[in-house]
């Protein structure tokens, strides 16, 4: 019953095969205590069964991977607690959910993505001015790079009187003419925007606030145009990208999903520690939207609405950093074994690869992100600590090595994260380009394809040339040990033309 030498146990277990070890097991027992035992035959027995108990093993923790061969990292290079902390943050050890969407047929026409968007530059300010009367001329100038990479969000938020996410939003769904094509009633939009920063205004965070989520939704919007996935997606599915980053960190408390966790919030035992905090984002959204006042969908027919909530809780629930590793790992299965993208994962990747997009910006933006971010871990460190908790990684306030965790999560997280957001929408564009059965550079339709392939180029070495730039100039922190955010001036600001 040995397997042949060389050969590799398939890890699908029978029952029969289950039955028939079992069976000689019982044999081996049954020789062993008669004494009549043929030794060579004896230790194939048990290699065997050493090799069906390791498929076994295989076959339930093939997604319970080693985080370090996963993500890569070096142990001479990376401490231990940015390790730790990286696979703490990145990984999970739970059963992805396995789910194919049939492919809808229906694409956005590149012709007419192309027209609407050289009519809605022209137009969006207009339409914006008409929708909110009376804005600062400051908003009014900062929105003019609206598509630059390096937006400065603060600034926005600082000329919108902390209206950041209210601004931008209105701006995107007016620019991409989703208001018009789904009905969205102003009163209602205004009233829900309200609600939604009064939400994330709910724990006072400094990272996980109202200029993220603002943050998050511009950068979604600029990956989407970058890497011209936008002409891939129906305007129903654009809609649902921008609502899905605006909404994914709604009401967050500050604290990560482990937190919870470990000291029994309620929310943990609401969501059975299961993406704790982003099944609430998700769930404390969509009720908003139960209030026929802050309804923005309530001109949507029954199929768009049940598609929306479908697209919109996988993008959110996508942004659980644990299943980073499970994403990347599928994404990069997909595009090695040449299968059709699934729009749902595709989508998902893309909101996460915005949720982390910070350190593949300009340095002003990258080390005020920075940090926000660490002062929100040691908070919670300084929770940890009154609790009698052991503090996590990257949490204790007198010991964490920021300037190492920094380069770490930018060479094993965010290079690899934007190399793949790159990599699959070549594959994604690539085939509508294809597609173009008029090649004369006159054709509408023809110029527009060849801007998109530049500015997929030029997007790959833009992002690449900020993490460079990035990691160097936390190399150059190193000999302090220690990141100073007092060297870091909150009024510091970039804007660039990339």
């Avoid at 027992?29 to 035959?41: G, K, T």
């Avoid at 339409?127 to 630059?148: H, T």
């Avoid at 997280?413 to 059965?437: A, G, N, R, Y």
Wanted: with cysteine; proline share 3%; charged share 25%.
């Amino acid at each position: 019953m040995a397997p042949q030498h060389g050969k590799k146990l398939n890890t699908h277990i029978s029952v029969d095969t289950w039955r028939s070890t079992i069976k000689l097991l019982k044999q081996m027992v049954q020789q062993l205590e008669a004494s009549d035992v043929d030794f060579e035959e004896l230790k194939r027995n048990l290699e065997f069964t050493a090799s069906l108990l390791h498929a076994l093993h295989t076959d339930r923790t093939q997604t319970s991977f080693d985080a370090d061969d996963d993500l890569q990292l070096r142990s001479d290079v990376v401490p231990v607690e940015v390790r730790d902390w990286l696979a703490a943050t990145f990984t999970q050890r739970v059963q992805p959910i396995s789910r194919q969407l049939e492919e809808k047929p229906r694409f956005r026409s590149i012709v007419r993505a192309v027209q609407a968007g050289i009519f809605v530059e022209r137009m969006f300010r207009k339409a914006y001015s008409a929708a909110i009367p009376d804005q600062p001329a400051g908003v009014l100038n900062f929105l003019r790079d609206l598509d630059k990479w390096s937006f400065d969000v603060f600034a926005l938020d600082a000329c919108s009187s902390g209206h950041s996410l209210k601004t931008l939003f209105i701006e995107l769904i007016i620019k991409h003419q989703l208001n018009s094509r789904f009905k969205v009633p102003i009163s209602c939009l205004m009233s829900f925007l309200f609600e939604l920063e009064r939400g994330y205004s709910k724990h006072t965070n400094v990272y996980h606030n109202h200029i993220h989520a603002a943050d998050v939704t511009h950068t979604l919007h600029c990956l989407l145009l970058r890497t011209g996935v936008l002409y891939w997606l129906t305007e129903l599915e654009v809609l649902a990208c921008l609502f899905a980053a605006a909404i994914h960190d709604y009401e967050h408390a500050g604290n990560t999903n482990n937190f919870h966790i470990h000291t029994r919030s309620e929310l943990a035992m609401i969501y059975n520690d299961r993406s704790v905090q982003e099944s609430h984002h998700i769930s404390a959204a969509f009720r908003l939207l139960q209030d026929e006042n802050t309804n923005i969908f309530t001109n949507l027919t029954r199929p768009e609405w049940f598609e929306l909530r479908s697209l919109v809780i996988e993008m959110v629930l996508g942004t659980d950093m644990s299943s980073h590793v499970l994403q990347v790992k599928a994404m990069r299965t997909c595009l090695q074994e040449n299968e059709s993208i699934d729009k749902p994962k595709a989508l998902s990747l893309i909101l996460h690869a915005a949720d982390i997009s910070h350190p593949a910006k300009s340095w002003s933006l990258h080390s005020r992100w920075t940090s926000r971010l660490m002062e929100e871990f040691f908070t919670q460190g300084d929770k940890e600590a009154e609790l009698g908790l052991m503090i996590s990684p990257l949490c204790d306030r007198q010991n964490t090595p920021v300037v190492q965790s920094q380069i770490a999560f930018i060479e094993f997280i965010v290079e690899p994260t934007f190399s793949l957001i790159s990599d699959m929408s070549e594959k994604i564009v690539i085939p509508l380009i294809q597609d173009t059965t008029d090649p004369s550079p006159t054709c509408s339709r023809y110029r527009g394809l060849q801007w998109t392939v530049a500015d997929l180029i030029s997007f790959r070495s833009m992002w690449m040339r900020h993490t460079e730039e990035n990691k160097s100039r936390w190399r150059n922190k190193m000999k302090n040990d220690v990141f100073d955010f007092r060297d870091e001036s909150e009024t510091q600001t970039e804007q660039e033309t990339a």
